[in-house]
């Protein structure tokens, strides 16, 4: 029932319906927010989606079906990004506000200045987190936080940042690792 | 001190790199009806995979193997039809010829007698 609703919805925002549009796109509008947020960053990403929204309006009637509605949106939202950052280049970092690039994991908080019990607990952990995952490149960032934060497909993350699925699992493995390896150094430092 | 996991890590990361709060839906939607009436919607395409892409792939395995098993029943005929000589000229002057099909052996003897005793002619 909730497929032949989709559909019908679909058809009707084909015909140029924008009611059925928007309840149609409701729905994907967080996972269209995360895409553009993880690529542009937080300043730019509500124009990113609206951009990424008005281009699926438009070309809503060439949709074939061929790849998933989400998966499609995906895709405009990655050429929106791009397009975006090619008039404004200035967002670099991927994983957090205060990230402007690649971190250097040397300036993890000194281990021996820290009380062993309270190593890796709470805030302090958090920070740990925080910087490894700032050590990651950009590429290798996006596609973790779209993985596991914002809960994406590999199909999604792919369309989402332009490559195959192939690369998509390659940098969740890749980064998954360096990111696990830099927090037991830090962690193992403090034993 | 526990050891870490992964998904300590995934779950301290919804934390340290959660997004901020969505634009709100109706002033979004506001917005976008507003700036979408000013947009020109392009041409619908006539849907030309409107067969779901599991069927279509469920077809086409159907129809290889419907070949392949077509292939292995039809090996056997190919296998029985031997190429058999009905008739033969011969230039060479000779006396008489001999056409022998060995069904079981698919082969075709040919012999061809008395051109040994007409070496004048040739």
């Avoid at chain 1, 609206?50 to 949709?63: E, N, R, S, V, Y």
Wanted: aromatic share 6%; net charge neutral.
């Amino acid at each position: 029932m909730e497929t032949e609703g989709t559909a019908e919805r679909l058809e009707r925002a084909r015909h140029g319906d924008i009611d059925a549009f928007m309840e149609l796109f409701e729905g994907a509008r967080p996972m269209v927010f995360s895409v553009a947020y993880r690529i542009v960053g937080p300043n730019d990403a509500e124009d990113v989606l609206m951009d990424t929204t008005l281009k699926a309006w438009k070309a809503l009637p060439g949709f074939t079906g061929r790849s998933g509605l989400r998966t499609w949106l995906c895709r405009i939202a990655h050429n929106c990004a791009v397009d975006h950052l090619r008039r404004c280049p200035r967002w670099v970092g991927q994983g957090t506000d205060e990230a402007r690039g690649g971190a250097d994991p040397a300036v993890l908080p000194d281990p021996a200045q820290r009380h062993p019990a309270a190593a890796l607990a709470g805030a302090e952990l958090d920070e740990h987190i925080r910087v490894a995952l700032e050590s990651l490149s950009p590429e290798h960032q996006s596609t973790l936080l779209l993985r596991f934060v914002d809960g994406l497909g590999y199909a999604e993350i792919a369309a989402a940042t332009g490559v195959s699925i192939g690369t998509v699992m390659s940098r969740l493995f890749n980064g998954r690792r360096k990111m696990m390896r830099l927090l037991k150094e830090v962690r193992e430092d403090l034993t | 001190m526990n050891t870490l996991s992964w998904k300590d890590v995934t779950g301290k990361l919804k934390t340290v790199a959660a997004r901020k709060d969505l634009p709100e839906t109706a002033a979004f939607w506001t917005d976008f009806s507003a700036r979408a009436r000013l947009v020109r919607q392009d041409e619908p395409v006539a849907t030309r995979d409107r067969i779901p892409v599991g069927l279509r792939w469920g077809t086409a395995t159907v129809l290889a193997l419907f070949l392949v098993a077509a292939g292995l029943f039809a090996l056997p005929t190919m296998r029985g039809a031997v190429t058999r000589i009905k008739a033969l000229e011969v230039v060479a002057p000779h006396s008489g010829l001999i056409i022998m099909n060995d069904q079981s052996g698919r082969g075709t003897i040919l012999w061809i007698t008395g051109m040994e005793s007409n070496p004048s002619s040739g």
